[in-house]
């Protein structure tokens, strides 16, 4: 079992940056991969990045691509998502995700979620 708490969510004007952050507990976390996702008002939710269990492979979404880094600390249990240049559209809500194995981008692969963090960007 693990659990998943995000933070670092907030209402920021565009072009601004913001940095989430994910904390784990539970079992040993460096065998999850881990994801974030977000949910947009009126929209599915979608990925926006992942990251190998080691943290040596990340992929993003292309509406972040170059944007957006995902991070990950083993030691600490924690998962970052450094997001800049932030736009309206990056409004939503953030969830974090664990899956124990190799990373996905399909949501219904990951086994565990976060109460996720609004972000909010005004223009």
Known sequence: QVQLAESGGGLVQAGESLRLSCAASGRVFSTYAMAWFRRAPG??????????RNGGATYYGDSVKGRFTISRD???K???LQMNSLKPEDTAVYYCAARNGISSGYEYEYDYWGQGTQVTVSS
């Open 74 to 76: 083993n030691g600490k």
């Open 43 to 52: 929209k599915e939710r979608e990925i926006v990045g992942r990251i190998s």
């Open 78 to 80: 924690m998962v970052y």
